[in-house]
């Protein structure tokens, strides 16, 4: 394959992302990394300085699935084999840390261009691996082309 016919082929792929956050207002990120043994792939307390420096409205600790060209279900998967040890500590962490405000996984989506309508059906069994800990699901849904106008230059 031609290498512009291959930059081509990449452009036109579904964007796919999916991370675990556990965040509040005046949570501390290292409090939740030592409870759980697990480092975050990101994280940032009330303030910090984050992307592009812009400052962090809460405290957060946050997981990402793999690779935005992994299925929906390969990174949902990763990210429950990175917790299983500590599943039972996060689901305590998640009822009783009063300095948790929300859990929620972000499953997100930026289906090719000139992709009309794009449909998505999760397992529910996999689902309920994150439901049964306190984990909300949160779908962001991302039209590229107005994505890419709305970025454009940052």
């Known amino acids: ?12 792929r579904e964007w796919r992302l999916v991370s675990l956050t556990i965040a509040g207002k005046y949570l501390d990120p290292k409090k939740v990394a ?59 962490l998640i009822k ?3 300095t948790v405000e929300r859990a929620y996984l972000t499953i997100a989506f930026a289906p090719p261009k000139g992709i009309p309508n794009a449909g998505y059906c999760f397992d529910a069994e996999l689902m309920n691996e994150f439901t049964s800990i306190g984990i909300d699901i949160a779908l962001s849904i991302q039209i590229r082309e ?3 106008r709305a970025f454009k230059g940052n």
């Open 146 to 148: 107005e994505w890419e």
């Open 34 to 92: 030592k409870a759980l043994d697990v480092l975050p792939d990101s994280s940032g307390k009330l303030g910090e300085l984050y992307r592009k420096g812009r400052k962090s409205k809460q405290g957060f600790w946050a997981l990402q699935g793999g690779p935005t060209t992994w299925r929906t279900e390969t990174q949902m998967k990763n990210i429950l084999k990175r917790i299983a040890p500590a599943k039972h500590r996060l689901t305590e």
């Open 1 to 12: 394959m031609k290498r512009k016919a291959r930059a081509k082929q990449r452009r036109t």
């Open 96 to 98: 009783e840390d009063k």
